[in-house]
């Protein structure tokens, strides 16, 4: 039955306008597209300042730790000159205090106070051999 039928006008599909949607999907991929390349230059430009940031610190790194050698000595040696000092400074004020001018007088020179008596040690064994005729 079917087949004796005329033709009618042949059935089209309805063509909505894809242009409009085409290029509005195609300006989502260019946004996308474009979001997607701006993102990886900033990767890469971020990627290669972190490079050159950690080459930087690796090169400062054995001057680093020689300064902090030179550091350790330098701060030995004011420990010691800092003894040094003090103890200066005690014979310093020892010199000048005049209490002390009588005992400072018989360490550097080989005479006594009058008022003291000179004891004289000697072995006991030449003086006992002295004494027997």
């Known amino acids: 039955m079917n087949a004796l039928q005329s033709p009618t006008k042949p059935l089209q599909p ?37 490079g050159v940031a950690i080459a930087a610190l690796v090169q400062l790194l054995p001057y680093s730790m020689a300064q902090h050698s030179k550091l350790q000595e330098i701060n030995a040696e004011v420990k010691a000159t800092e003894k040094r000092v003090g103890h200066v400074k005690a014979e310093f004020s020892r010199y000048f205090d005049p209490r002390q001018a009588k005992v400072i007088m018989q360490e550097q020179t080989n005479r006594t106070d009058p008022s003291q008596r000179q004891i004289v040690w000697g072995d006991a064994t030449s003086e006992t051999a002295a004494q027997l005729p």
């Open 14 to 50: 309805v063509r909505t306008p894809r242009s409009q949607p085409r290029s509005g999907q195609q300006k989502k991929r260019q946004h996308h597209r474009t979001i997607a390349i701006e993102t990886s230059i900033k990767l890469g430009v971020n990627l290669a300042l972190s």
